[in-house]
């Protein structure tokens, strides 16, 4: 190479300044296209994401409702067996409750009614023997 030659590559500050200057807008330019195509992408990315979830919900569905399903007849034999528990412990309270009064020797409520019957009859007795009486 010539001293010429040399010369030619060599760039002057003007030109230096000029070529960073067109690359400094390019890559201004690239981050602008990068922008405007992520932002491009989001919108289609986020509608692929909507469409995607509508299809798992349809999909799901279904399986969701029939365990739904399931765990509701669950839980209705579970409380039919608990007022049926409850209500044969009702029962055993009340045998053990009356039993105990029983041995107390309280009256029960056959007892109190047939003692009602018995003041009814004597008092209908006592009206019949005043009116003999007179």
């Avoid at 000029?18 to 690359?23: A, G, Q, T």
């Avoid at 009702?90 to 109190?112: C, I, N, W, Y």
């Amino acid at each position: 190479m010539s001293k010429s030659d040399k010369n030619a590559e060599i760039e002057t500050p003007p030109q230096l300044a000029e070529k960073i200057k067109e690359s400094a807008r390019q890559i201004w330019l690239a981050g602008l296209g990068a922008y405007n195509k992520a932002e491009e992408d989001a919108g289609r990315f986020f509608d692929k994401l909507v469409k995607d979830g509508e299809e798992i919900e349809t999909k799901t569905r279904g399986a969701v409702e029939k365990h739904f399903k399931a765990v509701e007849d669950t839980v209705e034999g579970v409380k039919e067996k608990a007022t049926d528990t409850f209500g044969k412990l009702e029962g055993v309270f009340d045998q053990r409750v009356s039993k105990a009064l029983h041995r107390l020797r309280m009256p029960s409520k056959t007892d109190v009614e047939s003692l009602y019957e018995k003041i009814a009859e004597l008092e209908a007795r006592i009206v019949e023997l005043e009116k003999r009486k007179e």
